[in-house]
């Protein structure tokens, strides 16, 4: 199972651009990354999903680099509303949900 | 077009007891899938169904056990509360085997007192 490294927490200002970083060294050839933003007592919501190179969407932009072992999610210009946790997740996508392994995330701070 | 039902919302039971959770996958979702998540911590996984199958199994004591129903809805039950039991149970929906992102209720909010 490919385990992932992201910050414990990260604070950040109203109009800023976040980049949250993931480490996954092991990552296979088969696994993609997925990642999650989780409000608190709400379950994790689906923010976007990536192989390799770019991967942008209405909400963020997910950068991987040619050899894999890291992720980049990029929230443009985030407002209070994002403070949340933000889990990286990395897996087979045909493979069981027990393959596929949140850890403790990261915990975004955005102020005023 | 409903999202993921979970029902109860909050529930609270004593030490020793059983607890059964609910959950309805959004319509046309046939792999349903049931986290754990304690404060302050990631979701972890208990069972995976699809098509009423078990398709995995996470690491978690026989006092948990799971099924889904012909309707692809699916129950959670947990026998001899501990508790070290209470936590959000979390439920997740997918369209079949493959993993293009999760879909997840509002959990279940259990406290053992």
């Known amino acids: 199972l490919a385990k992932t490294t992201q910050p414990i927490s990260m604070d950040s200002y109203e109009g800023q651009e976040v980049n949250i970083t993931c480490s996954h060294n092991?990552?296979?050839?088969?696994?993609?990354i997925t990642w999650y933003q989780q409000f608190p007592s709400q379950g994790p919501r689906f923010i976007i999903q990536?192989?390799?190179t770019k991967v942008t969407n209405e909400v963020a932009s997910l950068f991987i680099p040619a050899d894999r072992k890291s992720s980049t999610l990029s929230l443009p210009r985030v407002s209070l509303s994002d403070t949340a946790v933000y889990y990286c997740?990395?897996?087979?996508?045909?493979?069981?949900?027990?393959?596929?392994?949140f850890g403790s995330g990261t915990r975004l701070s955005i102020r005023p | 077009d409903a999202g993921v039902t979970q029902s109860p919302t909050h529930l609270i039971k004593t030490r020793g007891q059983h607890v059964t959770l609910r959950c309805s996958p959004i319509?046309?979702?046939?792999?349903v899938s049931w986290y754990q998540q304690v404060l302050g911590q990631g979701p972890q996984f208990i069972f995976q169904?699809?098509?009423?199958?078990?398709?995995g199994r996470g690491n978690f004591p026989d006092r948990f056990s799971a099924r889904q129903f012909p309707n692809y809805s699916s129950e959670l039950n947990v026998n001899a509360l501990l508790l070290g039991d209470s936590a959000l149970y979390l439920c997740?929906?997918?369209?079949?085997?493959?993993?293009?992102?999760?879909?997840f209720g509002s959990g279940t909010r259990l406290t053992v007192v």
């Open positions: 997740a929906s997918t369209t079949g085997t493959v993993h293009y992102g999760y879909t």
């Open positions: 319509s046309g979702h046939k792999s």
């Open positions: 092991n990552i296979a050839t088969n696994d993609y």
């Open positions: 169904y699809y098509e009423k199958e078990e398709r």
């Open positions: 997740l990395v897996g087979d996508r045909y493979s069981s949900a027990s393959k596929i392994i």
């Open positions: 990536g192989y390799k």
